[in-house]
């Protein structure tokens, strides 16, 4: 189905709102969403972008009848964020953004429902800060880590021959995370070509 | 008027002025990354001091770690500037409307060249950009993955293991990558077969819009695709992903040209003519009216049809067309009547030689 605005994008975002008893339906993609959003045209329907992507407030695709007691309290029961304050309410009346980087633990629940829609997996499998762990073993349990997630994901997407590949990565990990953490005496037999693409 | 922005103007646009890798068909590669400080507020949610400290933190990384060429860069103040001044800054797209239109506790960093900016304190607490030109995101994620590791050895960026780089919005978390690219795709509007184009690749996850502003808006026959998840893919899966697309794209393009010519090769002869006509012998030339014959003449230049006309200098028109641009230029405020004019002539004068 296309977006109702553009007309061009695969809309991703349906809405049904009810009006004076009448049910309104629109179909948009993101991008307009975030424009009409970033407008204010939403205000005067009464959603917002937080609303459509943490299903808040009044919105309910499934919603026929305005059981709007219940829909507009949807996710105030988490409290306030014990760093900045911010309550769901507030992260609604941002257009979705949220106040510091421990909210995403305060409105876990909410926000890990809204990436599964979203996003194209709920695992992060990119660079990591330059910070964070450096050195042999590190680098290759890192990768491995992130191998293992990759691997939940490919499966979980039905990308077999991509996961098999994976899989014989981890392996490979595996083998040489052993060597790092108990070096070979100088004198072993020369190994297979392990190849060194170990490090990201 | 602001001294660098002064210096600013004086710069070719290097995106546009440079030659990159299918340039006929992609007219830049651009990606940008968003990152925040670990254990500090978001911008919408921190105090104007909480602002300050960020932009002094970010802006010394930037000078410590050489990044951008700092400390010698640009850095903008945005409230300093004046509206128009800071229209260049979008124009040139070095920075967001959103982030221009903030009051205050903002930074912009831009290197030199202006292929490398941070706005400092947008959605995000640091938003970098990379930009090139051409369709080469690999060269643009080399750049912007060091110039990120740079700063990241000098700032604690918030960092989840499961969730990645946190940022402002959930729609950016994980990698906080959006790499998109530029493309000029008159073949496929011309034969009509854009839309069902588009709604291809959104099938794909990926975003297409037209570059001028609002979604619908396809004016100059320019259009912007991107990545829209962040999260679930590491950059490089996005990234090849995207230039998988992106390579369909140019090959779906030049075929379509390739029909169109050997369809009725008048017609294309004529559009790029007519366009050609109107630059070159106008004397009011609204914004819509110059973006779309510029892409016509952009198309005969593909098909060498000028001797005197380059790429570059097609690409260069399409920024010194804007608004913010032509008053400036002029040393002052113009009405959109006057505007009009204006485009007109410098249109006349740059395609004078052809």
Not at chain 1, 36 to 48: D, I, P, S, V, Y
Not at chain 2, 45 to 61: I, M
Not at chain 2, 188 to 197: A, W
Not at chain 2, 241 to 249: A, C, D, H, T, W
Request: include cysteine; hydrophobic fraction near 35%.
């Amino acid at each position: 189905m296309l977006c109702d605005v553009c007309k061009k994008n695969e809309a991703t975002i349906h809405i049904k709102e009810v009006h004076n008893g009448k049910v309104v339906a629109s179909n948009l993609c993101g991008e307009c969403a975030r424009e009409k959003e970033a407008k204010g045209e939403f205000g005067t329907l009464g959603f917002n972008l937080a609303e459509v992507l943490f299903n808040l407030g009044k919105l309910s695709a499934s919603m026929g009848q305005a059981d709007s007691q219940q829909e507009e309290t949807r996710g105030e029961e988490l409290p306030a964020c014990p760093v900045c304050g911010w309550t769901v309410g507030k992260v609604r009346e941002s257009g979705g953004r949220l106040g510091c980087p421990e909210c995403y633990r305060t409105f876990e629940p909410m926000i890990s429902e809204a990436l599964g829609r979203f996003q194209r997996g709920t695992i992060h499998l990119g660079k990591r800060p330059k910070s964070a762990g450096q050195g042999c073993a590190s680098t290759l349990r890192f990768e491995l880590e992130r191998r293992r997630r990759e691997l939940e994901e490919l499966i979980r997407r039905e990308e077999y021959e991509e996961a098999a590949v994976c899989r014989d990565r981890i392996n490979q990990l595996k083998k040489e995370l052993e060597k790092c953490d108990h070096p070979a005496p100088p004198a072993a037999e020369p190994e297979k070509e392990t190849g060194d693409g170990s490090a990201d | 008027m602001d001294p660098q922005i002064e210096r600013l103007l004086g710069n070719p646009v290097s995106f546009l002025a440079d030659s990159g890798p299918d340039e006929d068909i992609a007219i830049s590669s651009r990606i940008r990354l968003a990152r925040n400080l670990a254990g500090r507020p978001f911008p919408s949610a921190a105090s104007d001091e909480a602002l300050c400290e960020v932009c002094g933190l970010v802006s010394d990384a930037a000078s410590a770690s050489g990044a951008l060429g700092c400390p010698e860069c640009f850095a903008f103040e945005p409230e300093t500037l004046t509206p128009l001044e800071r229209e260049i800054l979008f124009e040139r797209r070095l920075a967001s409307r959103d982030f221009l239109a903030r009051n205050g506790g903002t930074r912009l960093l831009v290197s030199n060249d202006e292929s490398c900016s941070i706005m400092i304190n947008e959605e995000d607490q640091l938003r970098i950009q990379a930009l090139r030109p051409g369709f080469q995101l690999e060269a643009v994620w080399e750049e912007i993955d060091k110039l990120d590791d740079e700063l990241g050895s000098r700032l604690d960026y918030a960092f989840d293991e499961r969730l990645g780089f946190l940022t402002s919005c959930p729609t950016n978390v994980g990698t906080g990558m959006r790499a998109s690219v530029m493309l000029h795709l008159p073949g496929l509007v011309l034969s009509g077969r854009i839309g069902p184009t588009i709604q291809g690749v959104n099938k794909l996850n990926l975003a297409v819009r037209g570059i001028f502003g609002e979604g619908t808006d396809n004016r100059g026959n320019l259009f912007q695709v991107s990545n829209q998840s962040t999260l679930g893919e590491s950059e490089m899966q996005i990234l090849e992903r995207l230039s998988n697309v992106i390579g369909q794209l140019i090959a779906y393009e030049k075929n379509a040209r390739e029909q169109l010519i050997a369809q009725d090769q008048f017609s294309i002869l004529d559009h790029v003519g007519r366009s050609y006509g109107l630059l070159r012998h106008a004397y009011k030339l609204s914004s819509e009216e110059a973006l779309n014959s510029l892409s016509g003449v952009r198309i005969g230049v593909d098909l060498g049809m000028f001797n005197s006309i380059d790429i570059k200098k097609v690409n260069e028109l399409f920024i010194a067309i804007n608004p913010a641009h032509l008053q400036l230029s002029a040393g002052r405020e113009l009405s959109a009547a006057e505007r009009n004019v204006c485009r007109a002539a410098l249109c006349r004068e740059k395609l004078k030689q052809a």
